[in-house]
């Protein structure tokens, strides 16, 4: 039952209803149920929030070590250079997400064009 | 600050007024970083081989964006629709705790709860922090219409932003397309960084960084999930362990 498994064009639609819409929404109505009656800090949560960021976190690390496209022509220790560089930038520009974006993508594109890239 | 207040049960020119100015809070600074962000899940769903029409009614159905990037790699690295929804159901469980604590500023005393089950599917991490720190000055009974205006418009720029780069994707030269599947990672690196409360957060986005790559060998189908589950209890007894340790050597608190 993968995303491919069917050929009908109501498959995907379907698969991204249960597999997406069902799993995210279904916590926004539950947050609604709980009304006011759930602490931000109890210490299930720390728990919740440390799975939920090891799982994004993963995501991002196969993005790098296995990118689909033309990101998969550069070379690894370019993406992941880059990467390491605009997070240091992001610590040490005041936290600023834009601007660890900005020096992240710079650095890559510098060395994309130093490598001559052509995909 | 006293909440602004209405002297009399609001009318429909009152809800249009504050929908629209909800709309007006929405451009801003976030939503900036949030279309970069958007445009980056463009370029990586046209790439993962979804169509334009499956990726606009993905962005519409889930909008939050790490519940997005979970769904996109499960899809790609084939895992099955259990495993998928497992996986993006344990990185929505963080929307429970943030509607549970925009509710009680949402809601007037008459407010129908279909209209709050409505209005939670907006909540993500911009459309939430913007609630919270402009909610305040908004009248108690018109701020369900003032957030429709705020998270229906962060979705339906973001709806737009997202057909519009899938389809411009596709005449991009190499290296800006390269450019442009990067955007991802280093969006989540920084703000997943930025918005970690605790300790133990901060572990477990090194602990998954790692165990993310590793498990796509060891287990593909499942990597997602494994890399979670092993990489967030790991983080979270870690941080317990220096909790305690750091409790010792202190005297406490």
Same mark, same amino acid.
């Given at each position: 039952?993968? &995303?491919?498994?069917?050929? %009908? ?33 109890? @210490? ?51 936290? !600023? ?12 594109? %510098? ?9 | ?36 962000? &958007? #445009? ?6 046209? @790439? ?41 159901? /344990? ?13 009680? @500023? ?15 599917? &907006? ?6 922090? /913007?609630?919270? @720190?402009?909610?305040?000055?908004? $009248? ?15 979705? %339906? ?27 991802? $990672?280093?969006?989540?690196?920084? !703000?997943?960084? =930025?918005? !970690? ?8 986005? #090194? ?12 287990? $593909? =189908? ?9 990489? =967030? ?8 362990? #220096? ?11």
């Amino acid at each position: 039952m993968t &995303f491919t498994a069917f050929d %009908a064009w109501w498959w995907p639609y379907l698969f991204i209803l249960a597999a997406g819409w069902l799993a995210t929404d279904g916590f926004r109505f539950l947050g609604v149920y709980f009304g006011g009656r759930l602490s931000e800090d109890s @210490e299930a949560l720390v728990v919740v929030r440390a799975l939920a960021t090891a799982l994004v976190a993963a995501v991002i690390g196969n993005l790098v070590v296995f990118p689909s496209g033309a990101l998969a022509e550069a070379p690894l220790w370019m993406r992941i250079g880059s990467v390491a560089i605009g997070f240091a930038g992001y610590l040490a520009l005041r936290k !600023s997400v834009l601007f660890g974006i900005l020096i992240g993508e710079a650095v890559l594109l %510098a060395g994309l064009f130093a490598i001559g890239f052509t995909g | 600050m006293a909440e602004p207040y209405l002297q009399v049960d609001p009318v429909l020119s009152d809800y249009r007024r504050w929908f629209l100015r909800g709309v007006r809070t929405a451009f801003s600074v976030p939503m900036l970083i949030l279309m970069s962000a &958007f #445009v980056g899940f463009a370029g990586l769903a046209r @790439e993962s081989g979804i169509s334009l029409g499956q990726t606009v009614f993905m962005t519409g159905m889930v909008w939050a964006l790490p519940a997005k990037v979970v769904l996109l790699g499960a899809i790609m690295s084939g895992a099955s629709l259990p495993a998928a929804a497992f996986a993006v159901a /344990l990185s929505s469980v963080r929307l429970t705790p943030m509607v549970v604590s925009l509710v009680p @500023e949402l809601r007037a005393q008459k407010t129908r709860p279909v209209v709050l089950y409505l209005l939670s599917h &907006f909540v993500a991490v911009t459309s939430w922090v /913007l609630a919270m @720190e402009h909610m305040r000055g908004v $009248p108690r009974p018109v701020r369900t219409a003032w957030y429709c205006g705020l998270g229906g418009t962060l979705v %339906a720029v973001n709806v737009v932003t997202v057909a519009v780069v899938y389809m411009l994707a596709g005449v991009l030269p190499p290296m800006l397309s390269a450019a442009l599947l990067m955007l991802t $990672p280093l969006y989540f690196l920084t !703000s997943l960084w =930025g918005s !970690s409360r605790e300790r133990a957060s901060h572990y477990a986005m #090194v602990f998954g960084l790692v165990l993310g790559p590793v498990f796509h060998i060891v287990t $593909p =189908g499942f990597d997602l999930l494994a890399a979670g589950v092993v990489g =967030g209890s790991a983080a979270y007894l870690l941080h317990r362990f #220096v909790r305690a340790k750091n409790g010792r050597a202190g005297g406490g608190a």
